[in-house]
């Protein structure tokens, strides 16, 4: 359907928020987007169980961390408070306003690229200094910087928005064109994953092509035996002809045969998770951290308590619900590939520490959460008909 100017101006802004990713003062933009978000889009739409949650979770979340230790930065508490709520009701007017699949599958198609263009021109940038493989996991843009593990965790979490797109190869209703079209933006997303030897983002593309095989198949033995002998076939290939540079495997090697942050331990996060998941219990109103827990709803609870968790928890449990209505629906290229794209990023924020790791990131998973909430609100009214 045609746009009003308010949606127009409501676009511009989301896409100039992505745009400007990795800009110092993107958290303006993403609290101006949010600010518009509530403003332009009805107030009386796209209310149910999960917004309503993500309501009182913003709220009490800044509420316990306002008591705890004051506002901070300023737009960064305005916008946690604004933002969660805000993409997850624009996830769900998207899909009001594209109501043809191949639109939907577009729209994330140019979302995904938008928003990691940025850091893939840092990583190409970073490349043609440092060569294929930066071992140091230390961009250009971090030299200087205090926290530069935050910041490989940053490009960790905006890679996996990407790495989901592998899903793309397995559907049959776009042309083998818009298939490389799609297909760029896992490319690009597994360069950077690569060249900062990220384990995790390994981790998700190899869940994300598995979980399509499956989804695609419908189960199928044959079809299913046929896909994975031919997937064996082209790793016997690369490895037999050496396609994978051996710095790539050497870094990962050397990253494994670290003793403190092997594959075994997760990386040094099970004794994180441990700690936190017990301070869940007997700390109702949050705890200092020593470190990040590196789970989303983990960190959450530190900061927010349990005032902030619970109602997180029945949003989260709710989507899940809603992931798997989907995925018993009929199969679609917007389906498969909105699916994917939940699952690498869901997995992502289950091993890192999401909002203060990229608050933006954490938004646009609220608005992937609308979306998929919408796709299976779909299957109810074809029912209905």
Request: hydrophobic fraction near 55%.
């Amino acid at each position: 359907m045609s746009l009003t100017l308010k949606y127009k101006i409501l676009l511009f802004l989301f896409f100039i928020t992505m745009i400007t990713s990795l800009w110092p003062n993107n958290i303006y933009l993403l609290f101006l987007f949010s600010v518009a978000s509530w403003i332009l889009l009805p107030y009386n739409k796209w209310w149910d169980g999960i917004s309503i949650s993500l309501f009182f979770f913003s709220f009490f979340y800044c509420l316990v961390h306002f008591i705890n230790k004051g506002t901070g930065s300023g737009f960064i508490f305005l916008s946690t408070l604004t933002a969660p709520v805000s993409f997850y009701r624009f996830g769900r007017w998207i899909m009001t306003w594209l109501v043809d699949d191949r639109k939907r599958s577009f729209f994330l198609f140019y979302f995904a690229l938008s928003y990691f263009f940025p850091v893939f021109l840092l990583t190409l940038q970073d490349i043609f200094l440092v060569g294929l493989v930066n071992d140091t996991r230390i961009m250009l843009s971090d030299i200087g910087k205090e926290d530069t593990t935050l910041a490989a965790t940053l490009y960790g979490l905006m890679a996996s928005v990407g790495v989901g797109f592998i899903s793309i190869l397995f559907t049959s209703s776009l042309k083998k064109i818009e298939k490389l079209l799609f297909s760029i933006i896992t490319i690009i997303s597994m360069l950077t994953v690569v060249h900062l030897v990220n384990r995790t983002g390994i981790v998700l593309f190899i869940a994300c092509l598995i979980f399509s095989v499956f989804y695609s198949t419908r189960l199928r033995p044959i079809k299913m035996l046929a896909i994975f002998l031919f997937l064996l076939f082209v790793v016997f290939i690369v490895f037999q002809f050496g396609i994978i540079s051996q710095d790539i495997l050497d870094a990962y090697l050397q990253r494994e045969d670290s003793t403190t942050a092997n594959a075994a331990e997760f990386g040094g996060r099970s004794d994180l998770w441990n700690i936190a998941f017990m301070n869940v219990f007997i700390s109702p109103f949050g705890w200092v951290r020593e470190r990040y827990a590196h789970n989303l709803w983990l960190d959450l609870a530190a900061i927010g308590g349990w005032f902030a968790l619970f109602p997180f928890l029945a949003a989260s449990f709710a989507v899940i619900k809603n992931f798997f209505k989907v995925l018993i629906m009929e199969e679609s290229s917007f389906r498969i590939l909105l699916l994917s794209m939940f699952l690498s990023m869901f997995l992502n924020s289950m091993v890192e520490p999401v909002i203060e790791g990229s608050l933006l990131f954490f938004v646009l998973f609220m608005m992937i959460w609308g979306m998929l909430k919408s796709v299976s609100r779909e299957d109810v009214v074809i029912y209905q008909n």
